[in-house]
């Protein structure tokens, strides 16, 4: 019925405001406190939006910024990995695969089952679609770092080698000439800390 389709989208939609908790090792560009991941996928959707014209061709925004919105919804369960930090990969995806499970399940099956493949499609970073999504989520932490004076950076210890590893190539893979640009603009924080 419409009533039972509507009380489990309410359920899942009420299930999601748990994402405000979960805390990321990027703090908010003053500083003043870590971000959590609500707000951060807020505003990977809002670069993507913004950044729209660094897409390669057939990328669809409207997916992407569906897939940004939903791509960190699982770490209510799993919580957040921070890129710079040491990780069992295996077991943390089977964290997030559970958590997938579970969250996607609370809605009606058709909605789930269409989101959980958005989500999916996100992971795997090969769609033109979720490549750019990728690069986008990626730069945001870089971006804010920059804003922040590198609070992550330097607590993880982060020297500018290892970020264009593993934030330049995931960034430059769907927006090159984005990376290009952030690339200038945080070189001069790397040289200065000797990093």
Not at 68 to 77: A, F, G, S, T
Not at 114 to 130: G, V
Not at 163 to 175: C, E, M, N, S
Request: glycine share 6%; proline share 4%; no cysteine.
């Amino acid at each position: 019925s419409m009533t039972a389709r509507t009380d489990a989208q309410l359920a899942f939609l009420a299930e999601a405001d748990a994402l405000k908790t979960v805390h990321r090792a990027t703090t908010l560009h003053d500083g003043s406190r870590s971000e959590n991941s609500a707000e951060h996928s807020w505003h990977v959707a809002l670069h993507a939006l913004i950044l729209a014209d660094h897409a390669g061709p057939g990328v669809s925004i409207d997916r992407v910024i569906r897939m940004l919105l939903l791509h960190d919804i699982v770490e209510i369960d799993a919580g957040d990995t921070p890129i710079h930090g040491q990780h069992d990969t295996a077991e943390q995806e089977a964290r997030e695969q559970a958590a997938a499970d579970r969250l996607f399940g609370l809605l009606p099956a058709d909605q789930g089952a269409e989101l959980r493949a958005l989500w999916e499609e996100f992971e795997a970073s090969e769609s033109p679609d979720a490549v750019f999504a990728k690069s986008i989520d990626r730069v945001q932490p870089a971006l804010s770092n920059l804003h922040s004076g590198g609070h992550s950076w330097r607590e993880y210890n982060v020297t500018l080698a290892q970020l264009d590893q593993r934030v330049g190539t995931k960034v430059a893979r769907g927006a090159p000439a984005l990376w290009t640009r952030v690339h200038e603009m945080i070189a001069p924080w790397f040289a200065a800390h000797g990093k």
